[in-house]
């Protein structure tokens, strides 16, 4: 059996909420980056402009540099698509 009593159980729920609440802003914060840099990433579709762009960021590091890479690479696998279905 458990005697244990919190005598701070207030105070520890505020900070667990409090803990969700800026774990959930910050999912939001990083959603809306992906989406816009999707968006401005948007008019790039042909092979030799995603190649462009993966080399210019490849000379960069960090997140923001990592997730360009990601969405790059994933326009040009789509792209790869593409053109084997049209050939």
């Given at each position: 059996?458990?005697?244990?009593?919190?005598?701070?159980s207030?105070?520890?729920a505020?900070?667990?909420?409090?803990?969700?609440r800026?774990?959930?802003?910050?999912?939001?914060?990083?959603r809306?980056?992906?989406?816009?840099l999707m968006?401005?990433?948007?008019?790039?579709?042909?092979?030799?402009?995603?190649?462009?762009?993966?080399?210019?960021?490849?000379?960069h590091?960090?997140?923001?540099?990592?997730?360009?890479?990601?969405?790059?690479?994933?326009?040009?696998?789509?792209?790869q698509?593409?053109?084997?279905?049209?050939?």
């Open positions: 059996m458990n005697n244990r009593t919190f005598t701070n207030t105070t520890y505020a900070k667990l909420v409090a803990m969700v800026d774990d959930l802003q910050e999912r939001r914060e990083a809306a980056a992906r989406a816009r968006r401005d990433l948007d008019g790039y579709h042909s092979r030799a402009d995603i190649d462009d762009l993966l080399a210019a960021v490849d000379r590091e960090g997140p923001e540099a990592e997730l360009m890479r990601t969405i790059l690479h994933s326009k040009l696998q789509h792209a698509r593409g053109s084997l279905i049209a050939g």
